[in-house]
């Protein structure tokens, strides 16, 4: 770094964009230094790293350990004695315990040392977020001097929240903001980040450097995107989505204050190739962090199963995915020969295990027992969970995690079956409405996503996104059958469950009355459902579990 005079004032900024593992203290510490080595490399003066990284975000009740709380602080303590040689310094997120409870910190380190530590004021309780739980808010911070330059560090909630303290920076004398970030991916949440830093920006008159976490963990995906603002608002660089990166930035510091002179514009997806590359990196995760050597899934010849095979072979490989077709009376020769031609062309293994017999012997076994009573939803559920107990002896006996393959128009009025398809240990789809499971397998098709193992061109039959949409558990039977047109489901849907909009309000945008009425019951009566459901990859702003917590026990109705 060079500081001949406050004219010539220079800083090379590395971002780390990197994946920790959320209680993996030993292997994040070793990624930390990599990352270090890497920009060292480049000539990097600093290296800021996401929130929390040393513990993985979010750690949630793993902080009430004291001995977790130890191993991160020790491990931070191992990465300040490594600042000795003189190379880049570093700022990095942990958990600790202070004086009055456990923090959401940062540690700026160099000179093989602590030189300053900094504690999250705004702790957020909304949505995924239950950081009031665990933690306790810090003091409102001042700047801390990096070699001669006074760094702003905002964590995270401290630059979207309201409680002034990147004004309360700038007033303090900081002449850079650099935000350290665990920012869970929705569809266009990189557009409101944007947003969030600019307010800051126009308000301090500073510049901004927002450092965000990659990753899946549990239902969470973090999407990077890391990018920064110059003080007069223009873009200063922007970092790739969904990928790995160690980036360098210059910044030169004048009369005006600090600007940037060189960093990326990486191009950003959109709507359905952002949702597919999310499903298929937090699929990923969920996968090999929790030590699955392979998955198993039931292909069916529909929609969803095939999306999901899609998403798993780019995710883990052809090798590392199993594919079974459980064909029962109802099953049309149509769909097996579509679940066979989309496994073909994803490459997997393909088996097919007929369920008659088992289904047979169920239904014998209970003849007496429902004598005299008429044959329906009991019959059509035996065979879906026939076919879930076959899909988890599998997984006993090879070792393959089972996954499951509703979407979100399904689990939102429980036209699923417990103990049946719903199945399975995690679900990349979960929160993609029906409609939006057919956009990404039509975009899927088109076009090979970055960093996936799965082979390029159409890997999902198009008679199988050109079909109506059927469970196959009685004769001629399609979905539409017991639902309202999906496109119709849908928009009622995210009206009631992401908007959280009025019966009233949702009929005057066009809708029956009555359908209305139906399914805002259907997705009350199926929340004991979702409670049991597999977690999944949050896609939407509000998804089922972390960001939608309705009681089971519930009468209201909108009426």
Not at 291 to 318: H, N, P, Q, T
Not at 387 to 402: D, E, H, P, Y
Request: glycine share 10%.
């Amino acid at each position: 770094m060079t500081q001949k005079n406050p004219e010539t004032r220079a800083m090379r900024i590395a971002i780390a964009q990197i994946n920790p593992t959320v209680g993996d203290v030993v292997q994040n510490l070793a990624k930390a230094r990599e990352a270090r080595a890497d920009a060292a490399r480049e000539g990097a003066d600093l290296v800021i790293f996401t929130e929390l990284f040393i513990s993985g975000y979010p750690p949630e009740d793993l902080v009430l350990k004291p001995a977790f709380l130890k191993a991160c602080l020790q491990a931070v303590e191992a990465l300040a004695a490594d600042t000795a040689d003189g190379g880049p310094g570093l700022v990095m997120g942990f958990p600790r315990q202070g004086e009055r409870g456990r923090h959401n910190s940062i540690a700026v380190l160099d000179e093989g040392r602590i030189l300053a530590v900094r504690d999250k004021v705004d702790l957020p309780n909304y949505g995924e977020f239950d950081e009031k739980r665990v933690f306790v808010a810090g003091e409102m911070p001042g700047p801390v001097n990096f070699r001669g330059i006074r760094l702003g560090i905002p964590i995270c909630e401290d630059i979207w929240g309201d409680l002034g303290v990147c004004e309360t920076l700038a007033e303090s004398g900081a002449e850079i903001l650099l935000s350290p970030n665990g920012s869970p991916y929705y569809r266009g949440k990189v557009d409101v980040r944007h947003q969030v830093v600019l307010k800051q920006v126009i308000e301090t008159g500073l510049p901004m450097i927002y450092a965000n976490q990659l990753g899946g963990q549990d239902e969470l995906v973090f999407d990077g995107a890391s990018f920064g603002f110059n003080a007069d608002r223009t873009l200063a660089f922007q970092m790739s989505q969904f990928e790995s990166a160690i980036t360098v930035t210059d910044w030169r510091g004048g009369p005006d204050g600090w600007r940037c002179t060189n960093g990326p514009m990486a191009r950003l997806p959109e709507k359905e190739e952002a949702d597919y590359r999310a499903c298929v990196l937090g699929f990923r995760d969920y996968v090999n962090k929790n030590g699955f050597k392979s998955v198993v899934l039931g292909l069916s010849g529909g929609i969803d199963s095939a999306v999901c095979a899609a998403i798993a072979v780019d995710a883990l490989g052809e090798e590392r995915v199993r594919c079974v077709m459980l064909p029962y009376r109802y099953t049309s020769d149509e769909s097996l020969k579509d679940a066979a031609d989309c496994a073909r062309a994803l490459g997997t293994r393909y088996d097919i295990v007929p369920i008659s017999e088992p289904v047979e012997g169920f239904l014998s076994s209970l003849a007496e027992l429902f004598e005299g009573t008429d044959e329906g939803i009991t019959e059509e559920n035996l065979q879906s969970r026939t076919r879930g107990t076959i899909l988890m002896a599998i997984s006993n006996k090879f070792g393959s995690m089972v996954v499951t393959t509703g979407n979100k128009s399904e689990m939102s009025v429980g036209y699923a079956t417990l103990y049946g398809d719903m199945n399975g240990g995690f679900n990349p789809i979960k929160d993609l409405y029906k409609m939006q499971v057919y956009a990404i397998a039509d975009w899927r098709n088109k076009y090979m996503p970055p960093n996936v193992l799965g082979p390029s061109g159409e890997v999902i039959p198009q008679n199988i996104i050109a079909k109506a949409p059927s469970a196959e558990l009685r004769p001629n039977q399609t979905d539409q059958d017991s639902l309202p047109p999906y496109p119709v489901l849908d928009d009622i849907l995210e009206c009631l469950v992401e908007q959280e909009m009025s019966v009233e309000e949702i009929v005057a945008r066009g809708h029956d009355l009555a359908t209305v009425h139906r399914v805002e019951h259907l997705l009350y009566l199926a929340e004991y459902k979702r409670r049991q459901s597999a977690p999944g990859v949050k896609i939407t702003k509000k998804n089922f579990g972390r960001d939608r917590r309705y009681p089971i026990t519930n009468r209201f109705r909108d009426r």
